[in-house]
């Protein structure tokens, strides 16, 4: 049993973001990870993409459950250990690269075995894996997953989905971080979130002020601090 599940979508910044913290803590602690899927394609299956999103939304959460179903061949046949390496591939490859503007269609790419292969192969699996990126018979597998994550923080959340001491332990959406913390930070802020996780009656924590991941595919610069704030459905940037 591990001591923590986290449900991730591989095209979510924060998701990648929260995870490179928890594997930080996980290093310096003693605890395990059991990495679990949750689709946003899925989760917004009832939405109208071009009357919410904008328009690469529908594209890139597209491409993520194409990309959950490779995971889920991947532990079918390798184990859920599997997992840890390529997520960590799957995320180094989206987010933590150079930042090439206009990029056309990067998103659509990121579904297709040009993108997932060379993933595979740097996370030490068979390419072969990437056939899955067509079989919908995963699906249901990513689809019980994420229904087994909203059923531990109901439905009006997005990932990463964090389940502290399973099965018992509490679970929440997030925590939602912009920025890596040093060394000392992070197990300061995980011994704060587990400290709210071990509370039965937590329930919410929130603010819409916050920072764009800092990831250099986003274009962002670490040494500046850029915030959006919705605003009835808008947003603007402050920086400092």
Known sequence: MADLHFYFDP???FAWMTSKW???VAEQ???TVDWRFIS?????AHVDYDAHFPPEYEAGHTA???????CAAARESHGTEAI???YRELGTAIFDRERVPDEAGAHERRGTRGFAEPVLSAAGLPVTLAEALEDTSYDSVVQAET???LGLTGKDVGTPILHFEPPAGVAFFGPVISRLPSADEAAELWDHVVGLARFGGFAELKRSLRER?????????TDQVGLTEDWHGGSRRLKK
Do not use: H, T
Request: proline residues 6%; hydrophobic residues 45%.
């Open 29 to 31: 602690r003693d605890y």
């Open 84 to 86: 840890a390496g390529l």
């Open 147 to 149: 229904d087994e994550a």
């Open 22 to 24: 928890v594997r930080m």
């Open 40 to 44: 946003l394609r899925l989760l917004n």
């Open 213 to 221: 991941p800092q990831l250099r595919a986003l274009g962002v610069d």
């Open 64 to 70: 993520g459950l194409r990309l959950l179903r490779v």
């Open 11 to 13: 095209v979510c910044p």
